[in-house]
């Protein structure tokens, strides 16, 4: 069984540009989640798409926008980088939507936005 | 804004020690989990309890879920250098799906 894998691991940007972070869920899971963590903090939910469909939103900006494809793998955009997006940006799969699901995450990409 | 309050937020402590971290809430969730995360590393389930008043063991790591599902307790018994790392709370709502963490206890553990 593969586990939740992203890319990149790494990833420098300037401040204005974008960026689009990818995400292959758990084999099996048709729900993917995904999280900001800033330094010092915990992660902070931005969205879920379940089967292709956003199913809930955090408290982000639009110019945070993602996508899931039909074999479940998943994409973060973000738009116009500011400084404060700089974070380490998680996905997490399940095996459907709702509270009864466990969320499994993948190791992280690291956004520095200079 | 932080739904679970988690103290303390770091603890060092030395092999052999035992210590209890916290995690509360004026929320009530219909499951909450606790994770360990390291540098660099997405953060790893250990436990997920459900219901109030529930305690599960996991060899030297017992979990608790308060009576009225608002608040838990992650009790590690004689701890090791390997149980360094960040432990995370982090519960669902009844009417949610995302997981509302806490800021995460650091504990370090030194030989």
């Known amino acids: 069984e593969t586990g939740v894998t992203q890319s990149p691991t790494h990833l420098i940007k300037t401040r204005g540009q974008q960026v689009t972070l990818r995400c292959s869920s758990q084999s099996g899971h048709n729900t993917v989640s995904w999280y900001q963590q800033a330094l010092g903090q915990g992660p902070q939910f931005i969205f879920q798409?379940?089967?292709?469909?956003?199913?809930g939103r955090g408290n982000f900006p639009p110019r945070f926008s993602g996508l899931q494809f039909p074999n479940y793998s998943s994409e973060l955009n973000v738009n116009a980088l500011e400084l404060d997006d700089s974070a380490l940006y998680l996905c997490?799969?399940?095996?459907?939507?709702?509270?009864?699901?466990?969320?499994?995450f993948g190791p992280g990409t690291r956004l520095t936005v200079t | 804004t932080q739904l679970l309050e988690q103290s303390p937020q770091f603890l060092s402590i030395q092999e052999g020690e035992n210590l209890t971290v916290y995690c509360n809430s004026s929320s009530v969730f219909s499951s909450l989990q606790w994770y360990r995360q390291e540098p660099g590393e997405g953060p790893v389930l250990l436990v997920t309890v459900v219901t109030g008043g529930e305690v599960k063991k996991l060899k030297r790591l017992t979990f608790q879920f308060g009576d009225a599902r608002k608040d838990s307790s992650l009790h590690i018994t004689a701890a090791q250098p390997g149980d360094t790392g960040l432990y995370l709370c982090a519960g669902v709502t009844n009417s949610g799906y995302a997981l509302n963490f806490g800021k995460g206890t650091s504990l370090l553990v030194t030989p």
């Open positions: 997490a799969s399940s095996g459907g939507q709702g509270p009864s699901y466990e969320q499994y």
């Open positions: 798409y379940y089967r292709e469909e956003e199913n």
